[in-house]
T-cell receptor
């Protein structure tokens, strides 16, 4: 099955700096890669996603890049703010006709933005 | 539009007791998922429903866990009997049915935090 590795497990940045989180996946058939942000005690919230036919996607201060050949994708947060502090999860999805959409999550990255 | 609703939000029980969690997905979402999230880890799929049919329950510990989605809308996840190691957050998510445009996106509920003493 799919295996998603996420690094680093913790990341501390100064407010205004950039943060980068990297993930690798094992199943070359995976074709959809969402990123979720989870604040303490709250639900995972989708912040950005990318499909396998796209190499890069940007939404204001957040961007995601995908390298299908190397099977890795990254989340970039620019001009970090204290409210960006949370746990971020990457995930990879393989749509399987017989069994629907199977989403596998990475282990998470705890991001702390210091004012 | 209302999001995924779960109840209760918190539950404390003694080991060997039964417990049940309830989930109401986003209206119109045919696919419903139950995930287990241990502290400091990513969610892990327990079971996935397409309408009322469980299409993937390979990760569900069937000796003590059961789930149902009788009318293809809301769902219940049950543990009987609960063990100490079951303490975790149980997340429900929903998405449009497989094959539908945008079906990949899963929306999560707030979860039920279970503590087994």
């Amino acid at each position: 099955g799919e295996n998603v590795e996420q690094h680093p497990s913790t990341l501390s940045v100064q407010e205004g700096d950039s943060a980068v989180i990297k993930c690798t996946y094992s199943d070359s058939a995976s074709n959809y890669f969402p990123w979720y942000k989870q604040e303490l005690g709250k639900r995972p919230q989708l912040i950005i996603d990318i499909r396998s036919n796209v190499g890069e996607k940007k939404d204001q201060r957040i961007a995601v890049t995908l390298n299908k050949t190397a099977k890795h994708f990254s989340l970039h947060i620019t001009e970090t703010q204290p409210e960006d502090s949370a746990v971020y999860f990457c995930a990879a999805l393989r749509g399987i006709k017989a069994a629907g959409n199977k989403l596998t999550f990475g282990g998470g990255t705890r991001v702390l933005v210091k004012p | 539009e209302a999001g995924v609703v779960q109840s209760p939000r918190y539950k404390i029980i003694e080991k060997k007791q039964p417990v049940a969690f309830w989930c109401n997905p986003i209206s119109g979402h045919n696919t419903l998922y139950w995930y287990l999230q241990n502290l400091g880890q990513g969610p892990e799929l327990l079971i996935r429903y397409e309408n009322e049919e469980a299409v993937d329950d390979s990760q569900l510990p069937k000796d003590r866990f059961s789930a149902e989605r009788l009318k293809g809308v809301d769902s219940t996840l049950k543990i009987q009997p609960a063990e100490l190691g079951d303490s975790a957050v149980y997340l429900c998510a929903s998405s449009l049915g497989y094959g539908t445009g945008g079906a990949e996106t899963q929306y999560f509920g707030p979860g039920t935090r279970l503590l087994v003493l």
